[in-house]
Each structure stands twice: as structure tokens, then as C-alpha cells.
């Protein structure tokens, strides 16, 4: 059996196929992958930010994915972090939205496995950033949800 970090390295390669034969076995039955509430992924495909399943996770990564990063999507690895089940992945990663804004956010992932496959995801990535490349400079910042002056 490969070790923990192998498993979540082949899983990248699964789930960059779009393909749901390939992603689907990465996943236990009752796999969880938690993002932050109202990510702009989530929002934008008026998805959850909490999926729950083999099947919900795999529509996502191998349909829904491409609704919204629509072209030259690419991963950088930055680590892969191993504590026995637990691994965790930083990357950033960029493509191009279906609304032609260019995408480049960070991302901090940690894998939790169960007999090698993954049980639960949690991400971790900047909201803000996401929110203003998917949706333009719309979102507002702490001083103007809070009503402070930002002269």
C-alpha cells in the first residue's frame, strides 16, 4: 500500500482527470469537504461550502469544477505535510473564470484518511481574494462593512 502522501499526491492527479471513475475511489462512502461558508466557488455554482459523500464531492470536482475554472488551471505545490493520517497540502493555484477574470489564490488542505482513502478534507484559502476574482471589487472590506472612513 503506498504511504499517506503518495495517496493524496495520486488523488491530485485523480482529481485534475475530471474524470469520476478516477475520483470517486480516492474517497471513503461518507467523505466530508469542508470549505469556508459562502466561499466564492460555493456561491458562484450555488453549491454548498460543506459536502458530504463520495458522490457529491466526485459530481463537484469531476462536473461542477469546470462551470467556474474554465480553462488553464494549474496547481504549485508548495508542501506536503505527513502526521500519519493527516497530510497536509499548501499550493496555489490559478486559472482563467468562466468570466474571463483571471484566478490566483493559496490554499492550505488537510487530508484526514481512513484505510487509505480520504475521509475528510478541510480547506483553507483567502476569501477576500477569492470573492474579488470571481465577483469583482465588489466585496467590501472590514472598514466599509463596519462603517469606518477608509480615507
Request: charged share 25%; with cysteine; proline share 4%.
Amino acid at each position: 500500500m503506498p504511504d499517506n502522501r503518495t495517496i493524496i499526491q495520486n488523488a491530485w492527479r485523480a482529481f485534475a482527470s475530471h474524470e469520476a471513475e478516477r475520483i470517486a475511489p480516492c474517497f471513503t462512502d461518507d467523505a466530508e469537504w469542508l470549505a469556508p461558508t459562502d466561499n466564492a466557488t460555493a456561491v458562484a455554482l450555488g453549491g454548498p461550502s460543506h459536502m458530504v459523500g463520495r458522490a457529491a464531492i466526485t459530481r463537484f470536482l469531476a462536473d461542477d469544477f469546470g462551470r467556474l475554472f474554465v480553462r488553464d488551471v494549474a496547481v504549485e505545490f508548495h508542501g506536503f505535510h505527513v502526521d500519519g493520517d493527516r497530510v497536509i497540502v499548501e499550493e496555489t493555484m490559478s486559472a482563467t473564470l468562466a468570466n474571463g477574470n483571471a484566478y490566483v489564490n493559496d490554499y492550505c488542505l488537510v487530508f484526514e484518511l481512513r484505510d487509505g482513502l480520504i475521509h475528510r478534507v478541510r480547506e483553507y484559502m483567502d476569501t477576500a481574494r477569492g470573492h474579488r476574482a470571481v465577483f469583482g471589487a465588489s466585496v467590501p472590506t472590514a472598514e466599509a462593512t463596519i462603517g469606518v472612513p477608509t480615507t
